[in-house]
C-alpha cells in the first residue's frame, strides 16, 4: 500500500481531485456492513488518494486492517460490486475476466458455465483461475506486455463490435 500511495503521489496533478469530481467514480466496501459506496466527488487531492488506497484494499493480501477513509474502515468495492453501472448513460463494462462483460477476454474453452461474483458475470474457466493469479502475483515483463497487447485487442474489437470505430 505504501508503494501504491507513493505512485500515486507521484503521478496525480495537484488538482486531480478537481480534475476527477464527477468523472471518477470510485467503489469502495464499508469493512463491517459490506455495504458498497459509489465515491465521485473528492474534497483535496488527499482524499482522492485515500478512496483509491481504499478501493485498492484486498485484506490479507494487502494487510490485515481495513484501510480509513473518512473515518471508516473500507475495502476493495469489488468485493460488492466489481463492475457498477451508472443509472444515467451507458456504462461500457470492462473485465480481466471472460464473461459477458462489454469488453474482456475471449472465451476460448468448451464450458458455458458462469458465475456471478460481486456483480459481475464471470465463466468458470483454468483461463480465468489463470488470470486470477495473475491478478494476484504479477507475472514477467513480458507476459506483462502480451496482456497489454490482448486488452488492447479486446477494446478494439467492442469499438468495432459496436460500430464505433472502422
Avoid at 465521485?40 to 484486498?58: D, G, H, Q, W
Avoid at 469489488?78 to 444515467?88: D, I, Q, S, Y
Avoid at 493469479?133 to 477494446?155: C, T, V
Wanted: aromatic share 8%; net charge positive; proline share 5%.
Amino acid at each position: 500500500m505504501l508503494t501504491l500511495r507513493k505512485g500515486l503521489e507521484n503521478i496525480l496533478p495537484p488538482n486531480a481531485h478537481e480534475i476527477a469530481a464527477d468523472r471518477l467514480y470510485v467503489s469502495i466496501t464499508h469493512s463491517r456492513s459490506r455495504e458498497n459506496r459509489m465515491v465521485s466527488r473528492f474534497t483535496s487531492r488527499e482524499n482522492l488518494i485515500k478512496v483509491l488506497l481504499a478501493s485498492c484494499f484486498v485484506p490479507l493480501y494487502a494487510g490485515v486492517t481495513a484501510f480509513e477513509y473518512q473515518g471508516e474502515k473500507w475495502i476493495d468495492g469489488g468485493f460488492t460490486n466489481c463492475l457498477p453501472v451508472m443509472a444515467e448513460g451507458r456504462t461500457v463494462t470492462i473485465s480481466p475476466f471472460s464473461g459477458l462483460q462489454d469488453i474482456c477476454p475471449k472465451h476460448s474453452g468448451l464450458s458455458n458455465l458462469h458465475i456471478n461474483l460481486a456483480k459481475m458475470d464471470v465463466l468458470v474457466s483454468m483461463d480465468n483461475i489463470a488470470r486470477l493469479n495473475q491478478a494476484l502475483f504479477p507475472p514477467a515483463h513480458n507476459i506483462m506486455k502480451e496482456i497489454n497487447r490482448s486488452g488492447y485487442e479486446d477494446a478494439l474489437r467492442f469499438l468495432r463490435r459496436e460500430k464505433w470505430m472502422d
